[in-house]
């Protein structure tokens, strides 16, 4: 890239985000935005924990809880490295810790406090969603927040830990003890894991615009801390709706929380709670699922709901399987309590749910997407089993919201 276009390409992410950005050539300072005397810059006491990562694309939460992020132009000496940034305004003590931490001279205060005061608050993870967007932009190359999180914890689950706690509170536990514009993110992840849909949670978090939830903390850790509360209990209540076992919600929703409180850093909470919500969401969907249903059940379920917006037919999952289509349809029956067209017919309807509730797509689109022969069967279809016609569905689901 040429360096009028790296100048270009640093300017206009600072004029959007207002975070500071600097631009390294073979590890020596070239330019950062905004412009400010290396003695005023935090940056020094973090550079050798982001140089010691060998991912092209990686961040560091300083002891301070102030974000960072280095991009590494694979293939050049080139280096940006973005922040700091912070989602809790900064308090005098806070700034004074800030200053000794990075050895900058407290005849520095004044200025250095009106340099770092002036950058706009962001959530972590909107701090990693600017990080991704500028390797994008510079690179060309996509990376997600989720793979970001991956490769910045030390750990690949939760699940082994979370799942052996909750054993051991089942047994310890006779009786129960018992975010602003994010609102309509909220609504997608509370349907999703109310239907057990795991594949659409993917999609969501891989694709979603992050929003920004209110302050509900003094400093950042409990700020996340509370969020993830919150989140645990808006992801329990949906889940048991979803059928999943009200004595099972619970304690999962305790270990979660338990879980959270031991943490300490804000990236492995931010994980930790994408981790809760895909299991909570799986949950729901094994929970749809009889204990002792056939092999034939199982595949016959996530073979319709991996194509749902396909022609399904009885004949072709019995072929796919090696059975006759009597077979498979009188095992259905036996293990689900409901014929295996009814129940194509039912996920086919939740699927219309909700795209009506949470797109602008038009009917006809909707039905042409789920493999309807025409709209209006699809208006009547939907009708017998919402009991209103599509429409009155997505304006009732948006006047209750």
Known sequence: MLLKDIHFLMESFHNITGLPI??????????????????LDPVGKVLPFLAQDEHAVSYHVSEDFLFYGIISNEGSAEEFVLGPGYYTPLTKNHLSKIMIHSTISYQHSTVF?????????????????????????????????EKLLMTGNQFNSFKEEIKNTMSKNFFEN?????????????????????TGDVKRLKDLFENSVRGKGGLVAKDALRQEKNIFIASVTLVTRAAIEGGLDIETAYHLSDTYIQQSESLSRLDT?????????????????????????????????????????SNIFVRKIASDLGVSASYISRRFTEDMGMNLSNYIQKIKMEEAKKLLAFSDKPLSEISNYLSFSSQSYFQNQFKKYAGETPLQYRNSFRNRT
């Open 22 to 39: 600097r631009y390294y050539y073979n590890e020596q300072l070239v330019r950062m935005l905004p412009d400010v005397p290396p003695y």
């Open 113 to 145: 406090a009106e340099f770092i005061t002036k950058i706009p608050l962001i959530s972590f993870e909107g701090f990693l969603n600017s990080l991704c967007f500028f390797n994008f932009a510079l690179t060309r190359k996509r990376i997600t927040v």
């Open 174 to 194: 006779d009786t129960e003890l018992t975010f602003h514009n994010t609102y309509t993110l909220e609504q997608q992840i509370i349907e999703f894991v109310r």
């Open 269 to 309: 909470l931010s994980f930790l709670r994408q981790q809760m919500v895909f299991d909570f969401a799986e949950r729901v969907a094994m929970s749809e699922i009889p204990e002792n249903a056939t092999f034939i059940t199982i595949e016959c379920i996530q073979r319709i709901k991996k194509n749902i917006n």
